[in-house]
T-cell receptor, first 116, second 112 residues
């Protein structure tokens, strides 16, 4: 499967635990974007990364959330000490270059986090 | 701030036309997009329109843009069961090259 791969698809955590969401971009893509979707709301931008660099994290909550995209391996979105309000679908998208005029992002199937 | 609004559900009969509507607030929008999300899958770009266009047609899809009213619509002719999906409207403004502003998505339900 050459598409954007996200795992796990579903993750259940208790309050205070840590959640790690992984995203492998499409082959040849070096730009990764993370979005969060709350029920009945649109996707909200969280962070934009290139290999080993965070380009824009203006959509990330200041505390408990972090993201990385190492030289080798998938991009990881990490949520520490999860709270019920973190329950959402987290989507990863990638693009081959900086988002071009067509605006085409290639999305994964999403990771659905449920915090008990 | 910028906002994109869509109805959450639309129900149509198979064979009829579906019209999915979207309104946006950012007057500096340059590109507007429709993405499709089939059950259990990621979002896929369906079509896009430049803000200097009024209409774009691609096979069964017609996109209409009314800049004055900040209204975007997606018409699907001869709706088929395979069109069942959630359709997301998104806009991109001149100030942000990569931050798309998204609607909540319209779930298209096809009745036999």
């Amino acid at each position: 499967n050459a598409g954007v791969m996200q795992n796990p698809r579903h993750l259940v955590r208790r309050r205070g635990q840590e959640a790690r969401l992984r995203c492998s971009p499409m082959k040849g893509h070096s730009h990764v974007y993370w979005y969060r979707q709350l029920p009945e709301e649109g996707l909200k931008f969280m962070v934009y990364l290139q290999k080993e660099n965070i380009i824009d994290e203006s959509g990330m909550p200041k505390e408990r959330f972090s993201a990385e995209f190492p030289k080798e391996g998938p991009s990881i979105l990490r949520i520490q000490q999860v709270v019920r309000g973190d329950s959402a679908a987290y989507f990863c998208a990638s693009s081959p270059v900086f988002l071009d005029l067509t605006g085409e992002l290639f999305f994964g199937e999403g990771s659905r986090l449920t915090v008990l | 701030g910028e906002d994109v609004e869509q109805s959450l559900f639309l129900s149509v009969r198979e064979g009829d036309s579906s019209v999915i509507n979207c309104t946006y607030t950012d007057s500096s929008s340059t590109y507007l997009y429709w993405y499709k999300q089939e059950p259990g899958a990621g979002l896929q770009l369906l079509t896009y329109i430049f803000s200097n266009m009024d209409m774009k047609q691609d096979q069964r899809l017609t996109v209409l843009l009314n800049k004055k009213d900040k209204h975007l619509s997606l018409r699907i002719a001869d709706t088929q069961t395979g069109d069942s999906a959630i359709y997301f409207c998104a806009e991109r403004d001149m100030d942000s090259n990569y931050q798309l502003i998204w609607g909540a998505g319209t779930k298209l339900i096809i009745k036999p």
